[in-house]
């Protein structure tokens, strides 16, 4: 109550109470003059308020204007009415942008859709309804995982805080491959972004196929071009007039063959995990035997230059997955370090368990890796050096199979380097993973 308003209201009972006085001096009753006056002004009051509350009751229903009055209740009535002007117009304007919102989002060919803290359908826009099957009132406040039956989408919806979009076939459509983005807002609320990539999947599909089918059909050549080229080669050292430059020639065709097969090789496998979905393999892999087999490898890999191989393993470590994928995604990186690592440099390799999970370290002291090139590392044919990848015999696909044999196996890669200091690969698995219930504590080493 403003200053003003306080004195008027102040002034109103003084007078009141001056009527009342004046009243009940003119009859010789004082008293009694300023009880009927105070009475009759509490009465006005009560039937003031009693318009006050009828028509609060009646507003509730349909928009209606406040009474009209004098004093006081005058001015209570006039303020509730340039509130309900107020609020009309601020109503008006937000209808206005929410009927644009609505326009706007119309005319997109991505869905979005809202929903609650609960997974409950609050609003959708056409194109939404469009991809998932969704109508209009009746999935209103339904559960969106009613809707769209997908065990993948339901885990998703479920955790979906920092993860990846995913994929899935749209529930309404044939052969229509959708992608689903959430992002959490509020007390939990959650903003769907629905978008169809049918083409860019028959597009992956297309490129998947090439490269498989060409890489299988040059297999053939290859074996028989890698055959003859060995027939010649114990030819020319059976022969000891045989020039220099005929024996030189056909080394470096030889081993441009075998880098072409090992290629070839990497290219199959690389296609065939892109291809197929993940399986929930039971398989239990012993990890101690599978990286001492590899370090073998890797021993007969160095030959001459005398790599230091160290490695830590846990007798019982083990995880649940797929050996010949998991030796592949190993081997690559113990490879790798073998190669980027001078003569007589060191490489460990070490297991440990924590209760994020297991993890494989493989750690060198080799060349090093400047670290803008690592976000796109795992990309396929990406050469941090041309000239060095060419020299070590190198394809460019090892770190992305290492990737997707990680994520057919729910994991992932983490890589730090420096140049001069050596490289760090750590492949992360999750705990559902790890068949050992022995944890160890262990603190990543610095390089």
Not at 141 to 163: C, D, I, W
Not at 409 to 426: D, L, Q
């Amino acid at each position: 109550m403003t200053s003003s308003l306080r004195s008027w209201f102040i002034g109103r009972m003084v007078s009141v109470l001056a009527i009342g006085l004046l009243a009940g001096w003119l009859v010789d009753q004082i008293f009694l003059g300023l009880f009927i006056t105070t009475l009759s002004y509490l009465v006005w009051n009560h039937h003031q308020l009693h318009r006050l509350l009828r028509w609060l009751d009646e507003a509730a229903h349909k928009e209606l204007d406040p009474p009209e009055s004098k004093g006081i209740w005058g001015e209570i009535f006039d303020g509730i009415y340039r509130i309900q002007r107020r609020h009309s117009r601020s109503k008006q304007r937000l209808a206005n942008v929410i009927e644009r919102i609505q326009e706007s989002t119309a005319a997109l060919n991505d869905g979005i859709i809202m929903a609650d803290q609960n997974g409950c359908l609050e609003w959708w826009n056409r194109a939404a309804g469009e991809l998932l099957g969704l109508q209009m009132p009746d999935d209103q406040g339904q559960p969106l995982t009613n809707l769209v039956r997908n065990p993948k989408f339901a885990s998703y919806m479920e955790n979906s805080r920092g993860k990846e979009p995913i994929k899935i076939d749209s529930p309404a459509h044939e052969n229509r491959q959708l992608q689903i983005a959430i992002t959490v807002y509020g007390q939990g609320n959650r903003l769907l972004l629905v978008r169809d990539v049918s083409r860019l999947h028959q597009l992956e599909i297309m490129r998947t196929d090439f490269v498989a089918n060409v890489s299988h059909e040059l297999r053939t050549p290859l074996t028989v071009i890698s055959g003859y080229l060995e027939t010649m080669s114990d030819g020319m050292e059976m022969n000891p007039d045989t020039p220099p430059m005929f024996k030189r020639a056909l080394s470096q065709m030889q081993e441009q063959a075998s880098r072409m097969q090992r290629l070839i090789e990497d290219l199959l496998l690389l296609s065939r995990l892109e291809a197929t979905e993940p399986e929930r393999i039971s398989q239990t892999v012993k990890l101690k035997p599978l990286l001492l087999g590899i370090i073998n490898d890797a021993k007969a890999l160095s030959g001459e230059n005398q790599h230091q191989l160290q490695l830590e393993c846990a007798e019982d470590a083990s995880v649940t997955g797929d050996a010949m994928e998991l030796r592949s995604a190993f081997s690559n990186l113990v490879y790798n370090a073998i190669r980027y690592t001078p003569s007589g440099g060191k490489v460990h390799v070490k297991w440990w368990q924590d209760p994020e999970g297991g993890h494989l370290m493989i750690q060198d002291n080799g060349v090093g890796i400047d670290p803008v090139h690592i976000p796109r590392l795992t990309e396929r044919f990406y050469r941090v050096d041309k000239s060095r990848s060419h020299a070590t015999g190198g394809t460019g696909l090892g770190l992305a199979i290492v990737k997707h044999v990680l994520l057919r196996h729910e994991g992932r890669i983490s890589i730090s380097s420096h140049p001069g200091k050596g490289s760090r690969f750590i492949c992360h698995f999750p705990l559902s993973r790890i068949n050992s219930t022995k944890v160890i504590q262990a603190k990543e080493p610095d390089i």
